[in-house]
Nanobody, 127 residues
Framework: QVRLVESGGGAVEAGGSLRLSCTVS????????MGWFRQTQGQARELVSC????????YAPDSMKDRFTISRDNSRNTMYLQMNLLKTDDTATYYC????????????????????WGQGTQVTVSS
């Protein structure tokens, strides 16, 4: 059974930082592209960043590139998201996701491309 477990969420003041982790079991982590998404109530799930199976390629929307850094440690079956200079608009539930392939050419990272999802971790940024 595939399991993705996020951790590291919480409450932080604007300007602060958080580091999210996603630990994966039940699949060959080193063969899977991974991604972080976020969602607020009533809104579509939004890509934060994604990373290829080996960790050498990443993709993120322009609005996410400056403050969010994705990484992974295949020896630990864990992916990370370092979030800096957090804003109140970053308040959301953050989800990690695993794909069934290592990457896409051209890069995609749409929610539909990921077959496995975690339960989410809440990030709340206060002013």
């Amino acid at each position: 059974q595939v399991r993705l477990v996020e951790s590291g969420g919480g409450a932080v003041e604007a300007g602060g930082s958080l580091r999210l982790s996603c630990t994966v079991s039940g699949l060959t982590f080193r063969d899977s592209a991974m991604g972080w998404f976020r969602q607020t109530q009533g809104q579509a799930r939004e890509l934060v960043s994604c990373i290829n199976s080996r960790g050498g390629l990443t993709y993120a929307p322009d609005s996410m590139k400056d403050r969010f850094t994705i990484s992974r440690d295949n020896s630990r079956n864990t992916m990370y998201l370092q979030m800096n200079l957090l804003k109140t608009d970053d308040t959301a539930t953050y989800y990690c996701a695993a794909a069934r392939i290592g990457w896409w050419y051209p890069v995609q990272c749409d929610p539909e491309d990921f077959g496995y999802w975690g339960q989410g971790t809440q990030v709340t940024v206060s002013s």
